[in-house]
């Protein structure tokens, strides 16, 4: 049929009705956008540049000094240390185990309310809730669920979970897998459940075993959505803030503190929170760096896929 | 290409499975199963023991030897956290916040996706251009500057000053726009022929045909709202304005070392969303998965 109304048409002024403009559509959103994105983002690098505080009682230009101050702060230094080891640390397990578990559940397709429930459900909880949780099940060292399991095994380690500096950061790192493994786990679900049956099936008539299957046709099939779920990992994991807030506090020795968490103490604790923008501009680019990439990857993929 | 291009494909969740009926059980799927329930055990004994806990007394939560059940099963930690009179305030706000949010987001994204993908104005490219630009921005690393703008806009400790900063967020514009590209534009234009105007269209055509993009988006905005911690705990102070989330985090300091109210209370905290979820099971991994995967 031919339309009448042709939109997008050449720019056309408002019509006899004012809906007909689209910036009338556009509008509520890009109010809210400007005021609470667009603007923070900017008050935020002139914030940046000058000594301000948070009682607003000085505010004086003072060009890149809290940045040259930021690269020379070895806090800084350690946070961000800090915060790309445990994206090391974490990134990994999570990917894996979300594939192992995304495997399993859909190779059994058996009680799939069951494994959802089991695996996914945790992702729902609030941090807090989370991380209560898990100080209850490790922190006791005398009486707490964990030392006492293991204790049943024969082993008694009084591990300083959460104390000592050389499993503080594992200790989050294992939180973290119980708390959000199950959203990679949902997202290698459904790229399992879009691969095409009948590759298999040629693959079965040739009499290829699973793990061949498994090897040259599950495994490439999801090799775009690794990319991703990977990049989205990374994002997620730089970004931590709460688990080691509520476990550690940053400690032992500020050894777990992330970069937003020195963000968070040089702002609201301190009072520079100039000096505090700066620090999370810096953390910014590191982001941006990694969105960069992300959006280099995903391009090239629909290239190869022809899309 | 996206693998999930529409809701309607893929969800995981089909009890038969892509491929129709369920393979028999050979031996390499009982070893699979048996792998399969002992990881499910794994991830759901911490919760457990924290309900074992907080149906104990309390002079009995530190006794070593593992005992899931005291000498008696009692829910006074229970009754003693809602009557302190927190949580049940907590609920509230969240619930008011996590929805009032939604709503507004899902209003304003589905609108602007409608003016970005249906719309000819002037500047419609480069504003466009603008949102997409803003996905790449995390929220945290504006809470400095956005803290001093909610001072200076006197929104410390409301309401308002916990939902706006969450409304704006320019990925589900994108995610709906990405939708709306896809949707023929026939029925509309049918229904311009008829003389209906752009909002009557939008409303009546355009929304009920997006619903299961729109759940999605809803789904996931609510859970995102529901569970933030860091903006709520820098923008409210006061006790009786906080979200669940960072009343939790007080709770520990309150009780001390009253286990079992501690753990009532992160019982109580986790159960309004797994209750969600027992009942929208679908929906919801479908609205996470779908919204998860977005922009690639």
Not at chain 1, 125 to 153: E, K, M, T
Not at chain 2, 223 to 235: E, G
Request: aromatic content about 14%.
């Amino acid at each position: 049929m031919t339309a009448t109304t042709p939109p997008p048409a050449p720019a056309r002024t408002i019509r006899r009705h004012w809906t007909e403009h689209g910036l009338v559509f556009t509008l509520p959103f890009l109010v809210l956008y400007a005021l609470f994105l667009v603007w923070p983002l900017l008050l935020g690098v002139r914030m940046s540049l000058s000594n301000e505080d948070v009682a607003g009682t000085r505010s004086e230009f003072i060009g890149l000094d809290n940045y040259a101050e930021a690269l020379t702060d070895p806090d800084v230094w350690s946070s961000l240390w800090n915060t790309v080891w445990f994206t090391a640390l974490s990134t990994v397990p999570l990917v894996v185990m979300g594939l192992v578990l995304a495997l399993l559940a859909h190779h059994l397709r058996f009680v799939d309310w069951l494994w959802r429930m089991s695996w996914f459900a945790p992702f729902l909880l609030p941090s807090g809730v989370v991380c209560l949780l898990w100080l209850w099940v490790i922190y006791p060292s005398d009486f707490g669920f964990a030392d006492q399991l293991l204790a049943r095994f024969g082993l008694h380690p009084g591990i300083g979970w959460l104390t000592d500096t050389r499993y503080a950061m594992l200790s989050i790192v294992l939180t973290t897998v119980w708390w959000t493994v199950g959203f990679n786990f949902l997202l290698y679900l459904a790229a399992l459940q879009a691969i095409p049956q009948h590759l298999y099936e040629a693959a079965s008539l040739d009499g290829a075993g699973a793990w061949h299957r498994l090897r040259h046709i599950t495994l490439p099939m999801l090799r775009r959505t690794t990319g991703v779920v990977v990049v989205l990992q990374l994002l997620a994991s730089l970004k931590i803030f709460d688990q080691v807030y509520i476990l550690t506090g940053g400690g032992p020795d500020e050894s777990t503190r992330p970069i937003l968490q020195y963000v968070y103490q040089a702002g609201f604790t301190s009072y520079r929170i100039g000096y505090a923008s700066a620090v999370s501009y810096i953390f910014f680019a590191l982001i941006v760096v990694v969105s960069l990439v992300q959006l280099r990857f995903s391009r090239r993929a629909r290239e190869e896929n022809g899309a | 290409m996206s693998t999930l291009t529409t809701a309607g494909t893929a969800a995981p969740a089909r009890d038969d499975g892509a491929g129709g009926r369920r393979p028999r059980w050979t031996r390499g799927r009982v070893a699979l199963l048996v792998c399969a329930a002992l990881l499910a055990v794994l991830w759901l004994l911490p919760l457990a023991w924290a309900v074992a806990t907080s149906l104990k007394p309390d002079d009995e939560t530190t006794d070593t030897g593992l005992h899931w059940i005291g000498s008696r099963i009692t829910f006074d930690a229970y009754r003693q956290v809602w009557e302190s009179g927190d949580l049940p305030r907590w609920l509230f706000n969240t619930a008011y916040i996590a929805s009032m949010t939604t709503v507004l987001t899902v209003l304003c994204t589905a609108m602007a996706a409608y003016g970005f993908t249906r719309c000819a104005f002037r500047g419609r490219k480069v504003l466009y251009g603008l949102v997409l630009a803003g996905i790449m921005v995390p929220p945290q690393v504006l809470i400095a500057p956005l803290f001093a703008e909610m001072v200076a806009l006197d929104l410390v400790d409301t309401y308002w000053g916990v939902i706006l900063p969450q409304v704006a967020t320019p990925a589900m514009v994108f995610i709906l726009v990405k939708f709306f590209d896809g949707v023929p534009r026939e029925l509309e234009e049918a229904a311009y022929v008829d003389g209906a105007g752009r909002w009557r269209v939008f409303w009546r055509i355009v929304m009920p045909l997006s619903r299961p993009v729109l759940a999605a988006v809803a789904i996931f905005t609510f859970i995102q709202t529901w569970n933030n911690f860091l903006w709520p705990f820098l923008v409210t102070t006061d006790p009786n304005g906080m979200t669940l989330p960072v009343g939790l985090v007080n709770v520990q300091s309150s009780y001390g070392v009253r286990y079992a109210q501690v753990m009532a209370s992160v019982v109580i905290g986790g159960l309004p969303l797994l209750v969600v979820f027992a009942f929208f099971q679908r929906q919801i991994v479908r609205g996470v998965a779908h919204t998860g995967m977005a922009g690639q």
